[in-house]
């Protein structure tokens, strides 16, 4: 695995995009249908620079923030030089996601958002994830939609790429940071989850509408929050969330630690 901090500068403008805002905005939408109270405890298996970390840290949560690149690590401690009010709700273990040395600790959740698709054999990546969860805890995994793999390139005109990926089914594809990375499936996921011990909740689908945009821009605040609702409204609904360009899935582990 190389260090993912050879693209850091990218990585660390795409939260402020469109398409970044929609994924931490729909994301963190979601996610407190898991917590149980607003101070749980939470991991986040592969921070990056750390925008869901402090989110989550701000509206009162445990926040470790563990990745294994050290420039990534550094650069969510400068992100948090300015927020000095939640420097002691969040910690960096450096750490791979498919091993999670967090010294035994149980979480709820365990988010590993953006990272699959980076990565190999998903089955290794979601071991980790759910070995962390405490019990009645929820991992939320946010990769690649494969099942949506060739859409975008269709609409950018890339004709040849798009039938590649649809007919070979695979879903690696060089993505917004210029990297080439994977897809997963809803299935694929909720498998993975079950065989672990935890049954899969309700997937949810991200940015059916938003990538399919031929041309890219800063939207104004009126269309970014009619945007941020309709792609809201199309996450749980087929067949909107079979195909969007993310899947989100999660399960729970059962509140005495056995599966149901």
């Known amino acids: 695995m190389s260090d993912f901090a050879t693209v850091g500068a990218a990585h660390g403008t795409y939260p402020n995009s469109g398409r970044g805002r929609l994924r931490h905005d729909l994301v963190f939408r979601r ?19 750390g925008k869901m970390t402090l989110r989550l840290a701000a509206a009162g949560h445990r926040r470790p923030a563990a990745d294994f690149s050290g420039g990534m690590l550094a650069a969510m401690t400068g992100r948090l ?24 600790e149980r979480f709820d959740p365990v988010c590993c958002h953006g990272v699959l698709m980076y990565l190999g054999e998903p089955a290794t990546v979601v071991a980790g994830p759910a070995g962390t969860v405490a019990h009645g805890g929820v991992p939320s995994v946010l990769p ?26 695979t879903g690696a594809s060089v993505g917004h940071l210029g990297v080439r990375t994977g897809g997963d499936t809803a299935e ?22 938003n990538d399919r945009r031929p041309k890219q821009r800063a939207p104004e605040a009126d269309e970014y929050a009619m945007a941020l609702e309709t792609e809201w409204a199309a ?10 360009l993310l899947v989100h899935a999660s399960a729970r582990r059962a509140p005495d630690g056995r599966s149901r």
């Open 31 to 49: 996610l407190p249908a898991g917590l149980p109270d607003r101070s749980a405890r939470v991991l986040d298996a592969g921070c990056g620079t």
């Open 81 to 104: 030089s300015a927020r000095p009010e939640l420097a002691a709700r969040v910690r960096f273990p450096q750490t791979d996601v498919e091993v999670l040395d967090v010294g035994g």
């Open 144 to 169: 690649k939609n494969r099942s949506a793999s060739g859409s975008r390139e269709a609409l950018r005109g890339e004709h040849a790429s798009a039938r590649d990926l649809i007919e070979s089914g």
């Open 188 to 209: 694929e996921l909720d498998r993975l989850a079950a065989e672990r011990g935890l049954p899969p909740l309700p997937r949810q689908g991200g940015r059916f509408f």
């Open 235 to 244: 996450s749980t609904r087929d067949p909107y969330r079979q195909v969007a």
